[in-house]
């Protein structure tokens, strides 16, 4: 059996919550083996945004990206963030190495097309070079990827944290055993979005649809299970969505909820 790789994505909530993103970080530190942390930051980009005059506009989940947003999404995820959480995991013992998409060429995108949305400088993954990635692994670095990649036009483009995450997952599983771990401010996905503690284990294709249908799950937590099942469906030995308080347990099966294409 290969070895054992995680890859982690931390959502923008958390990232926004110094004191939680900070015991965040020291249980990924404490992670044994090899691991990737891919990074949002949605909600610190809509707020430097904000300070600018600069107005957020979302369809879908996904950030309208026009120049001005561009340079926010460039200077807040590709500096401000990545950096921070870099320094941080420095800190905690783990020699994490910052990257957008574009360095080392590690993920390339193409701009989404305008069909009935123009969404800007918006990119849709075409490529990740896993050897890229892997090489930095086996250099005993930490990758720390932030949520831009690039286009062979030479184009900076944002792209969804989410996704970053499950096509690096992806990727990752040509050479690893690959366990993807969403973590983000609730407990897992919840039955009931006002009981905190409804958290449903085990998600399959079936009891997703039902869930969707009658509207339990919603809103940003849809493209997040998409991303999920195809994670899996492409090779992907397992993937959990679950509290950034609670990475340490999910790595062990323990906590949040775990995503299947059985039952
Ligand atoms: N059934 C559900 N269980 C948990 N969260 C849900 C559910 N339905 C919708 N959501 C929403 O999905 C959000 C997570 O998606 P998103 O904001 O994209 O997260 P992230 O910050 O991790 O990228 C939660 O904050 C929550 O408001
Ligand atoms: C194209 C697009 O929408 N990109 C996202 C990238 C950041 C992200 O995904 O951050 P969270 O994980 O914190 O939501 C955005 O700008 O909001």
Do not use: W
């Not at 957020?56 to 921070?84: A, S």
């Not at 690893?176 to 969403?182: A, C, G, K, Q, S």
Request: hydrophobic share 45%; with cysteine; glycine share 10%.
């Amino acid at each position: 059996m290969s070895q054992a790789l995680y890859v982690v994505k931390i959502g923008g909530n958390v990232i926004d919550n110094p004191d939680a993103c900070s015991k965040f970080l020291n249980d990924f530190a404490q992670l044994k083996g090899q691991k990737i942390l891919v990074h949002g930051g949605g909600k610190v980009a809509t707020q430097i945004a904000a300070k600018l005059q600069i107005e957020t506009q979302m369809v879908d989940g996904r950030r309208i990206t026009d120049k001005p947003m561009l340079d926010v999404v460039t200077m807040v995820y590709g500096g401000l963030v990545n950096k921070n959480l870099v320094a941080q995991l420095q800190a905690a013992g783990s020699n994490a190495i910052g990257l957008t998409g574009a360095d080392g060429g590690i993920i390339r995108s193409v701009k989404r097309p305008v069909k009935t949305i123009d969404y800007g400088f918006v990119g849709d993954i075409e490529e990740v070079n896993g050897q890229q990635i892997n090489a930095l692994l086996q250099s005993s670095l930490v990758p720390v990827i932030a949520p831009l990649t690039y286009s062979s036009e030479g184009l900076l483009l944002n792209t969804n944290a989410d996704t970053m995450a499950s096509a690096t997952a992806v990727a990752m599983s040509g050479f690893y055993e690959v366990n993807l771990i969403y973590c983000f401010e609730k407990k897992g996905v919840l039955s009931d979005p006002d009981d905190d503690n409804a958290v449903i284990s085990s998600l399959n294709p079936q009891s997703y649809a039902d869930y969707k249908e009658s509207g339990v799950i919603n809103k940003g937590m849809i493209p997040k299970l998409d991303n999920a099942f195809a994670a899996l469906q492409a090779g992907v030995a397992q993937v959990t969505i679950c509290h950034a308080d609670d990475l340490a347990q999910a790595v062990a099966s323990a906590a949040g909820t775990r995503i299947s294409m059985q039952g």
